[in-house]
Nanobody
């Protein structure tokens, strides 16, 4: 069973940067895509971005385009989320997740079969 572990969250001021990591461990990772989602209390989990593990192609939510970049290191089975120009509204728990088929909508949380435990990102104003 593949496990995902996020790291890199923390407290940062408005305009600052953070880089989150998501490491896949366990049996050989065979996912097709890996995504980032975020969630605040009382709200549904929100799509942030996704990367095709094979092609490296990415897709982002409009709210983070131009500020967030997803990358991956295939050799380390690790995905990254570089977050720049952070805003207070980016405050949330950030989750990474893996999906093993292209036949689903990668923007939806229910399409993902493996999730990390989440890491808190807090942006102070």
């Amino acid at each position: 069973q593949v496990q995902l572990v996020e790291s890199g969250g923390g407290l940062v001021q408005t305009g600052g940067s953070l880089r989150l990591s998501c490491a896949a461990s366990g049996r050989t990772f065979s996912g097709v895509g890996m995504g980032w989602f975020r969630q605040t209390p009382g709200k549904e989990r929100e799509f942030v971005g996704v990367i095709n593990w094979n092609t490296g192609r990415t897709n982002y939510a409009d709210s983070v385009k131009g500020r967030f970049i997803i990358s991956r290191d295939n050799a380390r089975n690790t995905m990254y989320l570089q977050m720049d120009s952070l805003k207070p509204e980016d405050t949330a728990i950030y989750f990474c997740a893996a999906v093993n088929t292209v036949s689903v909508n990668w923007l939806l949380p229910r399409s993902y079969n493996t999730w990390g435990q989440g890491t808190q990102v807090t942006v102070s104003s």
